[in-house]
């Protein structure tokens, strides 16, 4: 019987992350200070998180970053995690394509988020730290660094956008579980959440004002850092374990995939799973394609500018060079939550700018009628934002049957939508709808941005 799953062992978990920064032809535009506009440096980013990972942001000249033990220790409850043969999808789409996954659904928390959340809480408890502080939307990255910080006896304050806290109270729970407090954003334990509630009691948050709030108790509280689950260097650098993985378990099944593909929200699952594989199209020995699924109504890699913008709504971050539709740009509210973010990472801006990066923006029908096809043929229920992917996947794979071509997709199922069936549900009900993005909309965001590119 020909393999359906090829698995690694304990021993291959990855020694090391992969820096693609080291092997850029054009390195990316360095972080602005957002008051003065200069170039940052590593130091400048001490005050708000762990030394190690701000020396990592600016890092570009290792290829190669050790994992510490105490990381690869705690990898080892779930990694390393299956390379899934999608036999019953290709049967479903009668294609000659071969397609391929990367299981990350199948960590505790249930996404790749944990894959970062360990050494972002494993560097903050090697310098001392005591307490960490993050936000957190539908409550997947919350939900990872929840049971990071436990494993490290870290105290963790998780500031949750009000409406998700109410509408999905079992990510709340899982965090709570795992023994961190979290609080409904905006609240009063900040000056930032104390001014927004007094102007406008109702208001059910924002991610914009959640990292706000996040942000002014990290500042503000001795031995305290803050923490981010996307966007940054960093993030993408400890993702890299995917594709690392991927690519032995490619090679034992004896195939290289002509395109890999990620879902993009803030771009750490995308770059995990692609940018070890990017290496050698850099090194120019392969020439695979990279395509990152984005939704119609958050389209800012397909449709938006690179400027330098801000990674918050607030305007409170460094300035990021990236592919953005405006920090002030409003998604609707779809249900694949992780992705409604306005801005790409400035590594992948660069690689999209210098051609090495598709990408394509997928109507939310479309994204749960592949998930709902891949979880009557592979049995596994996604993620919404997984199930981007697997639409492009489909995409492909239907491109590949009407030429007749025979093709190798791997992509990338960065997490399962068991507590996500809210969402199913409304699809099911026939509620869901897809949102378009005018270009008026775009244009009127991006406008007020400063053309600092
Ligand atoms: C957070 C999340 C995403 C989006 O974040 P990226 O940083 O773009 O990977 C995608 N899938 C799942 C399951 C998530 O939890």
Redesign the pocket.
């Known amino acids: 019987m020909e393999s359906k799953k090829f698995l690694l062992q304990e021993k291959d978990i990855p020694t090391a992350w992969y820096n693609v920064v080291a092997d850029m032809p054009r390195k990316p535009r360095p972080l602005l200070n957002p008051v003065t506009k200069e170039p940052m440096k590593a130091e400048d980013l001490f005050p708000l998180f762990s030394e190690e990972v701000s020396r990592q942001e600016f890092n570009d000249t290792d290829r190669w970053i050790e994992i510490p033990d105490e990381v690869r220790d705690m990898y080892r409850i779930w990694r390393p995690t299956p390379l899934v043969r999608a036999r019953g999808l290709e049967k479903a789409l009668d294609t000659p394509a071969h397609i391929y996954f990367k299981n990350?659904?199948v960590s505790p928390v249930?996404?790749?988020?944990l894959n970062s959340a360990i050494p972002q809480a494993y560097y903050c408890k090697k310098q001392g730290v005591t307490n960490i502080t993050t936000e957190t939307g539908?409550g997947?990255?919350g939900a990872a660094l929840s049971l990071a910080a436990r494993h490290f006896g870290l105290e963790l304050a998780v500031y949750m956008v009000k409406v998700s806290y109410h509408q999905k109270p079992y990510r709340r729970s899982i965090m709570q579980t795992y023994g961190a407090e979290v609080i409904a954003s905006p609240s009063m334990s900040t000056k930032a959440g104390r001014k927004i509630i007094t102007e406008n009691p109702h208001y059910q948050g924002s991610l914009g004002t959640a990292i706000s709030e996040a942000v002014e108790l990290a500042m503000a509280t001795p031995n305290c850092k803050y923490t981010l689950?996307?966007?940054l260097n960093h993030?993408a650098l400890h993702?890299t374990v995917i594709g690392l993985e991927a690519e032995k378990q490619m090679e034992m099944a004896g195939e290289y995939p002509d395109v890999v593909i990620?879902?993009?929200?803030?771009?750490?699952?995308?770059s995990?799973v692609t940018f070890p594989f990017m290496r050698h199209n850099l090194a120019g020995e392969r020439s695979t394609r990279f395509i990152a699924a984005e939704p119609a109504s958050c389209p800012k890699l397909t449709r938006g500018v690179l400027q330098y913008d801000f990674g918050d709504e607030a305007g409170y971050t460094p300035l990021i060079p990236m592919y953005t539709l405006g920090h002030n740009f409003a998604p609707a509210n779809i249900h694949?939550g992780?992705?409604r973010?306005h801005g790409a990472g400035a590594v992948v801006s660069q690689l999209r700018e210098d051609g090495f990066i598709e990408a394509v923006d997928i109507p939310q029908l479309e994204t749960f009628a592949a998930a709902t096809l891949f979880a009557r043929s592979e049995g596994i229920i996604p993620?919404p934002?997984?199930s981007h992917a697997i639409a492009t996947a489909i995409r492909e794979a239907q491109k590949a049957k009407e030429e007749g071509t025979s093709k190798v997709i791997l992509f990338n199922l960065?997490?399962h939508g068991l507590i996500d069936m809210a969402s199913y549900d409304s699809y099911i009900a026939g509620d869901l709808q897809n949102y378009e993005v005018t270009d008026e909309m775009v244009q009127a965001n991006i406008a007020s941005l400063d053309k600092i590119i």
């Open positions: 990350e659904s249930g996404s790749h988020k539908a997947q990255w689950g996307s966007v993030v993702q990620g879902c993009f929200g803030g771009g750490s699952n995308f995990g694949a992780g992705l973010y993620a934002e997984s960065s997490g």
